[in-house]
């Protein structure tokens, strides 16, 4: 079953607006906690770089799998062309290599991090903060035609 251009732009506007917050919410915790404001070694050890990590597997990550296979396809019959979901999924798969990197930073640290460890995880952090916000930029853009209410 498909549904009409309308319904499906009205449908998918809906679940961005919704998502795009969430999303957002976790890159600003993921630049707070790669730019070090408070301690790392505090938000290692309080539980903040394990808290994003679980938003991003149970938030984000299932986002980014709902836009792969739902939105992509209708973006593609909205537009008559493939190549707005092409530059998405390079977007996503970025995305995804970057949650994987801070993952395993994650889970190879030590009780106490080495400072070479503290300075990789940040940098990861930093990385996926950008991806995230980029994504957000670039879904806005590929979006904002097709999902525009009617009339506006």
């Known amino acids: 079953m498909s549904l009409p251009p309308g319904r499906a732009a009205s449908a998918m506007r809906r679940i961005w607006v919704q998502e795009r917050g969430e999303i957002a919410q976790v890159a600003d915790g993921v630049t707070l906690v790669a730019e070090g404001v408070g301690n790392l070694n505090a938000a290692l050890g309080g539980g903040t770089v394990r808290g ?3 938003l991003l597997e149970h938030t984000v990550l299932p986002y980014l799998d709902w836009e792969e296979t739902i ?4 973006i593609d019959r909205l537009y008559g062309t493939p190549r707005a979901s092409r530059r998405l999924a390079r977007q996503l798969q970025r995305v995804r290599t970057m949650t994987a990197l801070v993952q395993a930073d994650w889970q190879g640290l030590r009780r106490t991090p080495t400072h070479r460890q503290t300075v990789k995880l940040r940098a990861h952090l930093r990385g996926l903060g950008v991806v995230l916000r980029s994504h957000l930029e670039q879904v806005d853009r590929v979006l904002a035609p ?3 209410p ?3």
Request: aromatic residues 0%; negative net charge; without cysteine.
């Open 52 to 54: 994003l990590l679980e």
């Open 71 to 74: 939105v992509a396809p209708v």
């Open 146 to 148: 097709v999902l525009a």
């Open 150 to 152: 009617a009339g506006a």
